[in-house]
């Protein structure tokens, strides 16, 4: 089934550093993908999507590349601040199967000044 | 963009009490929302899929009798956590498909914090 792998956190980063977080996924189709974003005591927002294979996403100064030979949606930011501070999410979502998501389990991300 | 509100966004209840909580889909209709909970630190876990116009579909492990689900009408559904105990202290999110763009992106309220005492 389908099923996505997402890199353990937590993360610590000082302000200004670089930022990737992995992601892999399995389906069975040709799945969207997806980074979400949850700050403390919100709900989740939508970050940046991929709908096909390399596709990039990209919001807020986040990129993530769709890899379909890898497999892999990694989110990548060049210069971190401590307003990224929060809990990421990547997630996958299959055409034709009632949009049901699969997500990971979710990484946390500290930035420190 | 279309947007999921989620009320109350916090409640604090007595054990053995129960609570209600709503989500609504303001400028689109939702023929499907998802019902998650969130353990601290957790992953989401899906509850269960709200479809309107008929009965919940509930994923394995979770009690349907404890966790009634009613989607009454295109924007409205409701979870309601029967007789409430300390265990079920914890953060439910609601979510709705996009059904009319090709990614069905899924759009989430705000988030519900349950807490029972």
């Known amino acids: 089934g389908d099923s996505v792998t997402q890199m353990e956190g937590p993360v610590t980063l000082s302000e200004e550093a670089f930022l990737t977080i992995n992601c892999t996924y399995t389906?069975?189709?040709?799945?969207?993908l997806f980074w979400y974003v949850q700050y403390p005591g919100e709900g989740l927002q939508l970050l940046l999507k991929?709908?096909?294979?390399?596709d990039k996403g990209s919001n807020k100064g986040f990129e993530a590349t769709y890899r379909k030979e890898t497999t892999s949606f990694h989110l990548e930011k060049g210069s971190v601040q401590v307003s990224d501070s929060a809990v990421y999410f990547c997630?996958?979502?299959?055409?034709?199967?009632?949009?049901?998501?699969?997500f990971g389990t979710g990484t946390s991300l500290t930035v420190i000044p | 963009g279309a947007v999921v509100s989620q009320h109350p966004s916090r409640v604090i209840c007595k054990s053995g009490t129960s609570v209600k909580i709503e989500c609504r889909s303001l400028?689109?209709?939702?023929?499907?929302m998802f019902w998650y909970r969130q353990f601290p630190k957790k992953s989401l876990m899906l509850m269960a899929t709200?479809?309107?116009?008929?009965?919940?579909?509930?994923e394995q492990g979770v009690e349907k009798d404890k966790f009634l689900i009613n989607h009454a009408s295109l924007t409205l559904s409701t979870l309601t956590v029967t007789s409430a105990h300390p265990e079920d202290s914890s953060f439910y999110i609601c979510?709705?498909?996009?059904?009319?763009?090709?990614?069905?992106?899924?759009?989430f309220g705000e988030g519900s914090r349950l807490t029972v005492l």
């Open positions: 709200s479809n309107e116009g008929s009965k919940a579909t509930y």
């Open positions: 389906a069975t189709g040709y799945p969207s």
């Open positions: 991929a709908t096909k294979a390399d």
């Open positions: 400028d689109f209709q939702a023929t499907t």
């Open positions: 979510s709705a498909p996009n059904l009319a763009g090709a990614t069905g992106e899924l759009f």
């Open positions: 997630a996958l979502s299959e055409r034709g199967t009632g949009n049901q998501f699969y």
